[in-house]
Protein backbone atom coordinates (compact mmCIF):
# COMPACT_ATOMS: atom_id res chain seq x y z
CA UNK A 1 0.00 0.00 0.00
CA UNK A 2 2.55 2.30 0.95
CA UNK A 3 4.84 1.01 -2.00
CA UNK A 4 1.99 1.83 -4.02
CA UNK A 5 1.43 5.07 -2.82
CA UNK A 6 4.74 6.26 -3.07
CA UNK A 7 4.60 5.12 -6.77
CA UNK A 8 1.94 7.42 -7.71
CA UNK A 9 3.56 10.30 -6.47
CA UNK A 10 7.04 9.66 -7.84
CA UNK A 11 4.72 9.38 -11.12
CA UNK A 12 2.74 12.30 -10.46
CA UNK A 13 5.68 14.55 -10.43
CA UNK A 14 7.79 12.96 -13.65
CA UNK A 15 4.19 13.91 -15.38
CA UNK A 16 4.50 17.43 -14.30
CA UNK A 17 7.76 17.81 -14.52
CA UNK A 18 7.39 16.55 -18.37
CA UNK A 19 4.77 18.77 -18.75
CA UNK A 20 6.25 22.11 -18.48
CA UNK A 21 9.79 20.62 -20.43
CA UNK A 22 7.63 20.38 -23.18
CA UNK A 23 6.12 23.53 -22.83
CA UNK A 24 9.69 24.97 -22.72
CA UNK A 25 10.09 22.69 -25.76
CA UNK A 26 7.99 24.64 -27.50
CA UNK A 27 8.73 28.08 -26.42
CA UNK A 28 12.19 27.97 -26.46
CA UNK A 29 13.54 24.89 -28.24
CA UNK A 30 14.81 21.50 -26.94
CA UNK A 31 18.29 22.48 -27.45
CA UNK A 32 18.45 25.93 -25.88
CA UNK A 33 16.43 24.44 -23.16
CA UNK A 34 18.53 22.98 -20.11
CA UNK A 35 18.02 21.54 -16.89
CA UNK A 36 18.05 24.07 -15.09
CA UNK A 37 15.34 25.67 -16.95
CA UNK A 38 13.08 22.85 -16.34
CA UNK A 39 13.51 22.31 -12.84
CA UNK A 40 13.39 26.30 -11.82
CA UNK A 41 9.81 25.99 -14.41
CA UNK A 42 8.46 22.67 -12.55
CA UNK A 43 9.67 24.55 -9.02
CA UNK A 44 12.30 21.33 -8.12
CA UNK A 45 15.76 21.94 -7.23
CA UNK A 46 18.32 20.54 -9.85
CA UNK A 47 19.11 17.66 -7.55
CA UNK A 48 15.27 16.44 -7.42
CA UNK A 49 15.08 16.66 -11.23
CA UNK A 50 17.70 14.36 -11.34
CA UNK A 51 16.02 11.73 -9.16
CA UNK A 52 13.14 11.23 -11.84
CA UNK A 53 15.05 11.63 -15.25
CA UNK A 54 18.81 11.07 -15.99
CA UNK A 55 19.10 13.52 -18.53
CA UNK A 56 17.11 15.66 -20.75
CA UNK A 57 17.08 13.30 -23.38
CA UNK A 58 15.95 10.96 -21.13
CA UNK A 59 12.98 12.92 -19.92
CA UNK A 60 11.81 13.45 -23.83
CA UNK A 61 11.31 10.03 -24.07
CA UNK A 62 9.21 9.71 -20.79
CA UNK A 63 5.76 8.88 -23.10
CA UNK A 64 7.95 6.42 -24.97
CA UNK A 65 8.09 4.35 -21.94
CA UNK A 66 3.97 4.76 -21.64
CA UNK A 67 3.79 3.23 -24.95
CA UNK A 68 5.93 0.37 -23.74
CA UNK A 69 3.79 -0.50 -21.20
CA UNK A 70 1.18 0.05 -23.38
CA UNK A 71 2.19 -2.34 -26.70
CA UNK A 72 3.15 -4.84 -24.22
CA UNK A 73 -0.06 -5.03 -22.20
CA UNK A 74 -1.71 -5.60 -25.54
CA UNK A 75 0.19 -7.86 -26.66
CA UNK A 76 0.12 -10.36 -23.55
CA UNK A 77 -3.52 -9.58 -23.45
CA UNK A 78 -3.91 -10.86 -26.95
CA UNK A 79 -6.16 -13.86 -27.04
CA UNK A 80 -4.00 -17.07 -26.90
CA UNK A 81 -5.54 -18.57 -30.49
CA UNK A 82 -4.91 -15.27 -31.93
CA UNK A 83 -2.62 -15.07 -35.53
CA UNK A 84 0.27 -13.12 -35.11
CA UNK A 85 -0.97 -10.91 -37.29
CA UNK A 86 -3.82 -10.46 -35.14
CA UNK A 87 -1.64 -9.76 -32.29
CA UNK A 88 0.66 -7.53 -33.91
CA UNK A 89 -2.38 -5.30 -35.33
CA UNK A 90 -4.17 -5.52 -31.28
CA UNK A 91 -0.86 -4.09 -30.01
CA UNK A 92 -0.64 -1.23 -32.65
CA UNK A 93 -4.29 -0.51 -32.38
CA UNK A 94 -3.81 -0.06 -28.67
CA UNK A 95 -0.40 2.52 -29.01
CA UNK A 96 -2.10 4.29 -31.80
CA UNK A 97 -5.71 4.78 -29.23
CA UNK A 98 -3.13 5.98 -26.73
CA UNK A 99 -0.89 7.71 -29.22
CA UNK A 100 -3.83 9.67 -30.45
CA UNK A 101 -5.57 10.50 -27.17
CA UNK A 102 -2.74 12.32 -25.33
CA UNK A 103 -3.21 16.31 -25.88
CA UNK A 104 0.94 16.13 -26.24
CA UNK A 105 1.49 13.56 -29.04
CA UNK A 106 1.76 16.60 -31.74
CA UNK A 107 3.72 18.84 -30.09
CA UNK A 108 6.20 15.62 -29.32
CA UNK A 109 6.43 15.14 -33.18
CA UNK A 110 6.67 19.10 -33.88
CA UNK A 111 9.65 19.20 -31.54
CA UNK A 112 11.19 15.75 -32.92
CA UNK A 113 10.45 17.31 -36.31
CA UNK A 114 12.30 20.37 -35.77
CA UNK A 115 15.24 19.31 -34.15
CA UNK A 116 17.80 16.26 -35.25
CA UNK A 117 18.71 15.42 -30.94
CA UNK A 118 15.44 15.95 -29.94
CA UNK A 119 14.71 12.81 -32.73
CA UNK A 120 17.33 10.88 -31.77
CA UNK A 121 16.66 11.75 -27.87
CA UNK A 122 13.02 10.65 -28.48
CA UNK A 123 13.86 7.21 -30.51
CA UNK A 124 16.41 6.23 -28.58
CA UNK A 125 14.05 4.85 -26.24
CA UNK A 126 12.48 2.76 -29.22
CA UNK A 127 15.01 0.04 -27.96
CA UNK A 128 14.15 -0.36 -25.09
CA UNK A 129 10.53 -1.07 -25.87
CA UNK A 130 11.99 -3.21 -29.09
CA UNK A 131 13.62 -5.74 -26.21
CA UNK A 132 10.32 -5.49 -24.06
CA UNK A 133 8.19 -6.35 -26.48
CA UNK A 134 10.79 -9.28 -28.34
CA UNK A 135 9.79 -10.89 -24.53
CA UNK A 136 6.40 -10.76 -24.85
CA UNK A 137 6.12 -12.37 -28.04
CA UNK A 138 8.61 -15.00 -27.24
CA UNK A 139 6.52 -15.15 -23.57
CA UNK A 140 3.72 -16.48 -26.28
CA UNK A 141 5.53 -19.58 -27.59
CA UNK A 142 7.23 -22.64 -25.75
CA UNK A 143 10.36 -22.67 -27.60
CA UNK A 144 11.60 -19.21 -28.63
CA UNK A 145 13.71 -16.65 -26.88
CA UNK A 146 13.79 -13.22 -27.27
CA UNK A 147 16.75 -12.93 -29.03
CA UNK A 148 15.46 -15.50 -31.52
CA UNK A 149 13.92 -13.96 -35.61
CA UNK A 150 10.46 -14.19 -34.96
CA UNK A 151 10.02 -12.43 -31.66
CA UNK A 152 12.17 -9.78 -32.36
CA UNK A 153 10.81 -9.25 -36.23
CA UNK A 154 7.61 -9.11 -34.49
CA UNK A 155 8.24 -6.36 -31.85
CA UNK A 156 9.94 -4.22 -34.76
CA UNK A 157 7.18 -4.94 -37.03
CA UNK A 158 5.00 -3.51 -34.53
CA UNK A 159 6.76 -0.43 -33.99
CA UNK A 160 6.99 0.40 -37.50
CA UNK A 161 3.87 -0.21 -38.80
CA UNK A 162 2.80 1.86 -35.43
CA UNK A 163 5.33 5.11 -36.12
CA UNK A 164 3.98 4.87 -39.81
CA UNK A 165 0.36 5.01 -39.14
CA UNK A 166 0.67 7.78 -35.92
CA UNK A 167 2.94 9.87 -39.18
CA UNK A 168 -0.01 9.41 -41.48
CA UNK A 169 -2.62 10.64 -38.81
CA UNK A 170 -0.31 13.44 -37.84
CA UNK A 171 -0.36 14.76 -41.17
CA UNK A 172 -3.67 14.49 -41.85
CA UNK A 173 -3.03 11.67 -44.49
CA UNK A 174 -5.68 9.63 -42.37
CA UNK A 175 -7.82 11.41 -39.82
CA UNK A 176 -8.95 8.27 -37.63
CA UNK A 177 -6.13 6.13 -36.18
CA UNK A 178 -7.62 2.89 -37.13
CA UNK A 179 -7.98 3.96 -41.28
CA UNK A 180 -4.37 5.17 -40.75
CA UNK A 181 -3.53 1.60 -39.38
CA UNK A 182 -5.57 -0.50 -41.99
CA UNK A 183 -3.51 1.63 -44.68
CA UNK A 184 -0.36 0.66 -43.47
CA UNK A 185 -1.21 -2.76 -43.17
CA UNK A 186 -2.85 -2.91 -46.77
CA UNK A 187 0.60 -1.53 -48.00
CA UNK A 188 2.46 -4.09 -45.80
CA UNK A 189 0.18 -6.95 -47.73
CA UNK A 190 0.75 -5.24 -51.05
CA UNK A 191 4.56 -5.65 -50.87
CA UNK A 192 4.71 -8.97 -48.97
CA UNK A 193 2.29 -10.25 -52.06
CA UNK A 194 4.65 -8.44 -54.94
CA UNK A 195 7.30 -10.45 -52.90
CA UNK A 196 5.93 -13.72 -53.18
CA UNK A 197 5.12 -13.12 -57.05
CA UNK A 198 8.92 -12.17 -57.58
CA UNK A 199 9.72 -15.55 -56.09
CA UNK A 200 7.40 -17.17 -58.02
CA UNK A 201 8.27 -15.70 -61.40
CA UNK A 202 12.15 -16.58 -60.23
CA UNK A 203 11.90 -19.93 -59.60
CA UNK A 204 9.34 -20.48 -62.45
CA UNK A 205 12.80 -18.84 -64.51
CA UNK A 206 14.83 -21.09 -62.84
CA UNK A 207 13.51 -24.31 -63.57
CA UNK A 208 12.94 -23.20 -67.30
CA UNK A 209 16.71 -22.74 -67.07
CA UNK A 210 17.25 -25.89 -65.64
CA UNK A 211 15.21 -27.47 -68.08
CA UNK A 212 16.66 -25.72 -70.78
CA UNK A 213 20.21 -26.80 -69.86
CA UNK A 214 19.17 -30.48 -69.76
CA UNK A 215 17.84 -30.10 -72.81
CA UNK A 216 20.60 -28.90 -74.68
CA UNK A 217 22.93 -31.76 -72.81
CA UNK A 218 21.23 -34.60 -74.30
CA UNK A 219 23.06 -36.22 -76.75
CA UNK A 220 21.70 -35.98 -80.42
CA UNK A 221 20.92 -39.38 -81.44
CA UNK A 222 22.50 -40.77 -85.40
CA UNK A 223 19.40 -41.69 -87.60
Known amino acids: MTKSLKFRKQEFARDAIYEVALDLFVEKGFQETTVEDVARAAGVSRRSFFRYFTTKDHLLGHNMVRLGDVLVSAVKASPAESSWYQ ?32 RYAHRSRRIDIETRLSEAFAARTRNEKMDDVRPRMLALLTLDVHDLAIQSWFTGERYDYSEAAEYVFQQLARVVCEINELKTTARTQTSRLKASVVKSRRPVLAR
Open 87 to 118: VVRDAVLAGLYFGTSHPRTRQVIEITARNPSA
